[in-house]
């Protein structure tokens, strides 16, 4: 245990029991998972901001009990849950403080953004925008 500090170990438990690190090659193996969590998660976020900006116009002309329950609602509902455990996944294992594991989730997030998020880049309400 490392307490609360950054530090550069090999040996973590990451999320489960099972996922576990005891050497340079588990942290690079872990980091490369990691790194593609992160991009999975930028990509939810950006194919989630397209279905919503594909179906603004039908938004404001059905009613709301069809725009509520309609299936691209309900799939869009679906892939806001993913995107939420991702995140906090994501964030539990920035959590751990093991400093390869962080470059890990900032690489992931870095290069999703690079690969996803040149499309429909806007302010979104749930970012911080300045």
Not at 9 to 35: A, N, P, Q, Y
Request: with cysteine; charged share 15%.
């Amino acid at each position: 245990m490392h307490g609360m500090s950054f530090h550069f170990g090999f040996r973590e438990v990451i999320l489960f029991d099972k996922w576990r690190t005891t050497d340079l090659t588990g942290i690079l193996w872990s980091m490369i998972g990691i790194i593609v969590m992160g991009v999975i998660y930028e990509a939810l976020k950006n194919y989630r901001e397209y279905l919503n900006f594909r179906t603004s116009v039908q938004k404001m002309t059905a009613p709301r009990r069809k725009r509520m329950f309609s299936s691209v609602h309900v799939f869009q509902t679906v892939l806001q849950g993913c995107q939420a455990v991702l995140g906090y996944f994501l964030m539990f294992i920035f959590m751990t403080y093991n400093v390869y594991l962080c470059i890990g989730v900032v690489v992931g997030s870095m290069l999703g953004y690079f690969l996803f998020g040149w499309k429909y880049a806007r302010c979104d309400v749930n970012e911080c925008c300045s």
